[in-house]
């Protein structure tokens, strides 16, 4: 699939989900990634807008199948709530999304 194609949305639009739950704490930097894909996501980067270096794979040795999620603590210690993120999945493919704001989203999805 071209990475064009490969397309990073809000599982909730996030106008939609502050207004349903609230703002999230400022203490709490929790994101749930939901693998809407067909792929397997391999890898997961977090890192702050302010910075141009992906830093370590969140998952590890995890990985998030298709149709899968896992919730991941963002909070690197800095306060900051605006993050880059950056998923590559085991066909090859790579797919970012920029200035996400995990203060106030609780949810993120990767979809074809």
């Known amino acids: 699939m071209p990475i064009k194609s490969r397309l ?3 599982a909730t639009v996030a ?3 502050f207004a349903a739950t609230g703002p999230a704490s400022a203490a709490d930097r929790n994101v749930t990634v939901h693998n ?3 792929s397997v996501l391999i890898s997961f980067y977090a890192s702050r807008t302010s910075t141009s270096d992906w830093e370590e794979d969140i998952l590890g040795s995890e990985v998030i199948g298709p149709g899968e999620s896992i919730k991941i603590d963002i909070d690197d210690g ?3 709530c ?3 993120f950056k998923g590559t999945f085991d066909d090859g493919e790579e797919a970012t999304r920029n200035n996400i704001n995990v203060c106030e989203v609780a949810e993120f999805s990767f979809t074809d």
Do not use: E, M, S, Y
């Open 15 to 17: 106008a939609g989900l």
């Open 82 to 84: 605006r993050f880059d």
């Open 8 to 10: 990073l949305l809000l």
């Open 36 to 38: 809407k894909t067909q």
């Open 78 to 80: 800095t306060g900051a």
